[in-house]
């Protein structure tokens, strides 16, 4: 079965690919639900993320997480490195990190890590989304957390590239879904009609 048309829902780096494949695309995209988007301006919020996991942890375990990450972006990483990196700022991600459920089972590649970090900022140094986005034509909703490590802000500012795009925060940190269940889904039944 082929579909022709489909909304696109994308969270956080998820979110960012949802918004370059609908300046791709635009025939394909219906509209758009970004939960949580790591967003389209230089840098999209990649460095206040990083700050604010750091603050949301014990300093030795941010100073391991600094380590690990360091080495995948230098290609030196193993799989093994990335997950624990992730497993050490997980509850960072959460509005009480202290509340945060456990991390699920993931498998991850050092290789992919990097080399999709590399081409996001290829993109940023270019300017990709902040030239394409304002061309866009079909709905789009974003949904932030009030208390992500990425600051509203930056997806306010991507919404407010796309004509027409609105948002909504929710009292959640980066996984809407898991913290405010139905929230992603609501706002893809205000979009689709």
């Known amino acids: 079965m082929r579909v022709g048309r489909a909304y696109v829902i994308g969270h956080s780096w998820g979110g960012h690919l949802a918004m370059h494949l609908a300046v791709r695309h635009p025939d ?13 301006v230089p840098d999209g919020g990649v460095h206040d993320m990083g700050q604010n996991l750091t603050e949301r942890i014990r300093p030795e375990l941010a100073a391991r997480a600094r380590e690990l990450d360091e080495r995948a972006m230098v ?33 991850l590649s050092a290789e992919c890590y990097a080399g999709t970090f590399a081409s996001i900022q290829s993109h940023f140094d270019q300017h990709t989304l902040e030239r394409s986005l304002p061309g866009l034509t079909m709905p789009a909703l974003f949904v ?44 893809l039944e205000r979009i689709g009609g």
């Open 28 to 40: 394909r995209v219906l509209g758009l639900v970004i939960a949580d988007p790591l967003g389209a």
């Open 75 to 107: 290609g030196q990483g193993t799989a093994e490195d990335a997950l624990e990196s992730l497993a050490i700022v997980w509850p960072g991600y959460f509005s009480s990190p202290q509340a945060a459920p456990a991390m699920p089972p993931l498998r």
């Open 144 to 187: 932030l957390g009030a208390a992500s490590p990425i600051p509203a802000r930056h997806g306010i500012t991507s919404a407010g590239l796309i004509p027409g795009a609105r948002y909504q925060i929710e009292d959640c940190g980066h996984f809407p879904w898991l913290e405010r269940p139905g929230s992603v889904r609501k706002a």
